[in-house]
């Protein structure tokens, strides 16, 4: 019975917290809210899927089965009693085809009493255990946001902070030298920000972009990540923990820009280190080139930042909204400086050969941070295509963040503009719902490519900013499904989020995680997920001619479906955040 008790307790423990209390919330930060794995009544099967994490009490729930065999009869079991507290039959088989598997599914979206539950199925088949609450996600987005302080470059991840986690400081970064390619010669400094991956490149590209996602979940919900509830170094400084966190990698950021305006693309070894902890990977790091893409989402950040910061340090945002504003001005001049890795460089290209999505981006945020015509002149003659595409992510999906700024800022735009922007954001948020809807585990995603779980999660962070402007129930259930899916109701039986839920990932191709020697990776980090197109290069048993959505390997030799990054986990946030702000 003890694990049992341990749930419990658990349970208490996050659903006793409120988000409003920041004090209660920095407790749950720690080793306690992750890897609670021993709890079960009944020994799992992972054959049975859903959300790990549990369910709010009106939610939807649909639990899929997979295995040939009939099911006569499925039942829930209260932990507290050992009690059957519902019985119920599933729907008939049916075939998968993105996941090959012949299924059942079983909706107890009815069943709605707070609690703590296994299914059984049968006689003798098990799930795993999932709570009905409303605190689910209330540490999950505490430990997800917190995950950016362990890419942190620079500095020594402390015991207080990073828990078992903790490691020395990785690159200083303060004698950087310039790449041959980029025509300058010497050192220069450019420390902090978060490392990329589970590599130890710093992107600008990527690392701009994600801090975009952040700062909009910040401004669409400032008081979910408040002050002293990440447990980092700046908790208690009066300033939200999730913006002090994006500043640690503004203040990276604003190094890469030249005296021209142009920014820098990157700045890393020119070939990836092995896997060795951060401190121990000493090769000479480079400034890489400049590119327009780069240029564009460096001022779109700054700018957003800017308008963030100001009311804490006005100097400083000032200095960020001028870089922006230069690096518009380079990037106008200089619109097809497209990033190549130079020859002796194989370190991630994060080429990108249209820079339009990244300009809109930078137009918008330089629009409502400035007021200035000229932006509003660019935006009104180039709006973008809102139609979805796999794979829209550190390339393209900018330019959504772009339309919900200016949606936000609505006040500001012509109404034409503003008009014609809600009515193709909510023909994309139809068009998305609608694939989730269809495929196979309520899933917005078909093509499962690189980073596919940032796609799963992107499809939703629109149909969640339609619902801001239409709020129609489809569009949540759309979101909440999505959640699900990346939680564990998915065809590899994962959560898919290290430290969340009772099968998260556990080798992650992360190196600090890989040399640390500890068993359990860095908590709160989302894996790429599965990627039909294996384009690993070792060798990875993956399951037998692996139908899309089952080309995942949780080992460390798959960077193409288990490394994690910057960009997939910046929407969970947001996603999480909505969620909780619907859970009534
Ligand atoms: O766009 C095409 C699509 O049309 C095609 O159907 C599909 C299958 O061939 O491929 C799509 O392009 C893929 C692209 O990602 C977008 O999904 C490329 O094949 C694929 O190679 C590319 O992978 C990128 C990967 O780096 C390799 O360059 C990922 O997007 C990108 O997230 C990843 O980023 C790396 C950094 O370079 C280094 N740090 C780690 C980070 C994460 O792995
Ligand atoms: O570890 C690298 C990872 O961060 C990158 O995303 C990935 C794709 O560019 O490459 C990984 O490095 C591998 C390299 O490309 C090929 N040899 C094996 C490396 C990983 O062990």
């Known amino acids: 019975m003890k694990p049992f008790f341990t749930l419990l307790l658990l349970s208490l423990l996050v659903s006793c917290n409120t988000i409003d209390s920041a004090k209660e919330k920095s407790n749950l930060v720690d080793e306690k809210t992750v890897l609670e794995t021993s709890r079960y009544l009944h020994p799992a099967s992972n054959t049975i899927r859903f959300n790990q994490l549990g369910y709010f009490p009106k939610e939807k729930k649909i639990a899929t089965i997979t295995g040939n065999s009939d099911i006569t009869s499925i039942s829930i079991i209260d932990l507290t009693t050992g009690e059957t507290c ?31 539950y296994q299914l059984q199925v049968d006689e003798n088949r098990y799930s795993y255990p999932f709570e009905i609450g409303e605190g689910i996600y209330d540490s999950a987005l505490l430990l997800v946001a917190k995950s950016y302080y362990y890419h942190r470059v620079g500095t020594d991840i402390t015991k207080q902070h990073g828990m078992k986690w903790h490691r020395p400081a990785g690159h200083p970064d303060t004698n950087v030298l310039y790449h041959s390619a980029t025509g300058k010669k010497g050192f220069v400094a450019s420390p902090g920000g978060w490392y990329d991956a589970g590599d130890f490149g710093k992107y600008v590209m990527n690392g701009a972009f994600s801090a975009g996602q952040l700062l909009h979940a910040l401004e669409t919900y400032p008081d979910l990540c408040p002050d002293g509830s990440l447990n980092i170094p700046e908790s208690r400084n009066g300033i939200n923990d999730l913006l002090d966190e994006i500043k640690y990698e503004a203040d990276w950021i604003a190094t890469m820009q030249d005296d021209d305006g142009g920014v820098f693309h990157k700045l890393t070894t020119k070939n990836f280190a092995g896997a060795i902890m951060p401190h121990e990977a000493t090769e000479q790091r480079y400034i890489m080139p400049k590119s327009t893409a780069s240029t564009f989402d460096f001022a779109a950040f700054l700018a957003k930042m800017a308008r963030q910061y100001k009311k804490y340090d006005s100097n400083l945002a000032e200095a960020w909204l001028a870089q922006a504003q230069k690096a518009w001005q ?61 794979g829209d992510g550190w390339k393209s999906f900018m330019r959504y963040l772009g339309v919900f700024t200016l949606l936000d800022n609505e006040g500001s735009l012509p109404e034409a503009i503003a008009a014609q922007l809600k009515e193709q954001l909510i023909a994309s948020a139809d068009d998305l719902t609608n694939r989730v809807q269809t495929f196979d585990y309520r899933q917005g995603v078909n093509d ?35 959640l699900n899916y990346l939680f564990g109701h998915n065809a590899t039986g994962y959560s898919m989020v290290t430290g969340l839920g009772d099968n998260p990932p556990m080798h992650i191709h992360h190196r600090a995680s890989k040399a640390d020697g500890i068993v359990e990776p860095v908590p709160g980090f989302v894996c790429g997920g599965p990627n039909y197109y294996k384009q690993d290069a070792n060798d990875v048993n993956y399951p037998a001619d692996a139908p899309p959505m089952k080309s995942y390997m949780d080992v460390w030799e798959s960077y193409a479906s288990n490394e994690v990054c910057l960009n997939w986990n910046s929407p969970l946030p947001y996603l999480l955040m909505f969620a909780i702000e619907q859970r009534k």
């Open 86 to 116: 519902m019985k119920g039959q599933p729907y008939d088989k049916v075939f998968f085809p993105l996941s090959g598997d012949t299924i059942h599914q079983f909706d107890f979206s009815g069943f709605q009493k707070p609690g703590v």
């Open 330 to 390: 380079w990037g106008v001049q200089n619109p097809t400086e497209y990033f190549k890795n130079p020859a002796d460089v194989s370190t991630g290209e994060y080429g990108d050969e249209d820079a339009s999505q990244e300009q809109f981006w930078a137009a918008a945020e330089l629009f409502v941070s400035t007021g200035e015509q000229t932006y509003l002149d660019y935006l009104s003659g180039n709006l973008p295509d809102l139609t979805y595409t796999y």
């Open 448 to 482: 499962f490519q690189w980073g596919s779980n940032s796609d799963i999660q992107n499809v939703a962070f629109v149909i969640a900013e339609a619902y801001e402007i239409d709020p129609k129930p489809a569009y949540s259930d759309a979101v909440f499904s999505s």
